[in-house]
């Protein structure tokens, strides 16, 4: 089963798991209830139906796959930068972890960071507007589906954006359920 806990404050080797001393585990339904975070199982290899149906019921029209390898990757080490610092989009951030493992940093409503673990066969949904950032772990690799409603929106939005109308509302949902 997928595994998030809160993290620590350390900001040295982002690759590492950062748990709390002692570790404050976070359930699947408590980051759904407070961040709307949304996770499900789907093995890659036996359950293919049970993605094209997820597919076709939220809208997912447009994929394609994404590898992070540093033997493969010529600027890996840049990668790793970018993907680690925190941003926001307008649009799902939804991403489906066919091979290797990585970790996914979202805030909570009081910006504690709460790592999300993914590996094979996991596949998650961040909703518009939350702050989040990747990285991979110390097996430093993945391979994944990414999943878009329509033609991809690449463009991330670092920190300050809280005025950007994609974030008032996350924010305005979100505040105001807790
Ligand atoms: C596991 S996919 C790599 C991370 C990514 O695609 C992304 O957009 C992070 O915000
Ligand atoms: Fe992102």
Redesign the pocket.
Known sequence: MVKAWLMDNCLENQFLEHQRSPPVPVTIEELKSKTGVLYCKIDPDLEKEKLETLKIDRGYTYEDI?E?DPEKLPNFDQAMKK?YEE?I?TDE?I?Y?LEGS?Y?DVRFPNEDWVRIS?EKGDLIV?PAGIY???TLDSKKY?K?M?LFIGEPVWT?YYRPSDEMEVRQNYVKYFRERI
Do not use: D, M, Q
Request: hydrophobic share 55%; no cysteine.
């Open positions: 994404i992070l993907f941003h989009h951030e991403r972890i990585g996914f993914l961040l989040h950032r990747f993945v994944a990414r991330p």
